[in-house]
């Protein structure tokens, strides 16, 4: 509205204007703006200690401290890990692909290869797969939650390592489950 945008060369003073990114020459004051970046998807292993957020306020290293593109697009990860976590995230410029990936009607499975305290035995293995009620952090409701698969990769004397896969997580949801049955998250 301001004058200071055009759209192949035409002045654009109303609003909505629209433009096809792929067609269409957007310029502002003069300079082009660069609608069409390649779809980029990386692969990252996200260490422990790091937070998946691209500012934090508590100063703590990013994932985007550890990973810089080199064409400088400006990348955002596909799902979180929480701090205390490590594992492989995936990194991209292309919204459709994430909200694919990403969107809870989608059900895309995560699998987790988690670590827990103590000796878990297939009576906590059936009451995780019917769920646990957990009290959302922010709005205070509970809900059911539930894995759609655990299964015991590996048992030893205080641990058991189990292969978890999830269609839908809520916040720390593994940890909050395996705490509730008495099996703390190790790793």
């Given amino acids: 509205e301001e004058g200071a945008v ?3 060369g035409h002045l654009i003073t109303t609003l909505p204007a629209w433009v096809n990114p792929k067609q269409d020459v957007i310029t502002v004051h003069g300079r082009r703006v660069r ?15 790091v937070v998946c957020t691209a500012d934090d306020p508590e100063g703590r290293k990013t994932i985007f ?6 064409s400088g697009v400006r990348l955002f990860s596909i799902g979180r890990l929480d701090m205390d976590s490590s594992g492989l995230l995936l990194m ?3 919204g459709e692909l994430s909200n694919l990936l990403t969107h809870p009607s989608r ?16 009576s906590t293995i059936q009451k995780l797969m019917r ?7 922010r709005s205070g409701r509970t809900h059911q ?3 759609n698969s655990v299964r015991i990769t590996r ?12 269609a839908e997580g809520r916040n720390r949801q593994i940890r909050r489950m395996m705490l509730q049955v008495g099996h703390p998250v190790r790793k």
């Fill in 145 to 147: 939650a539930r894995f």
């Fill in 131 to 137: 769920g646990i009620r957990l009290k959302d952090e």
């Fill in 92 to 94: 991209t410029n292309d």
């Fill in 155 to 166: 048992t030893q004397r205080d641990r058991t390592r189990l292969r978890i896969v999830l």
């Fill in 107 to 122: 059900h895309v499975p995560r699998t987790y290869d988690v670590l827990v305290s103590g000796e878990v035995d297939p």
């Fill in 35 to 49: 609608t069409a970046a390649p779809a980029i998807c990386l692969m990252f292993f996200k260490p422990r200690g």
């Fill in 65 to 70: 401290d550890l990973v810089r593109h080199p």
């Fill in 6 to 8: 055009r759209v192949n």
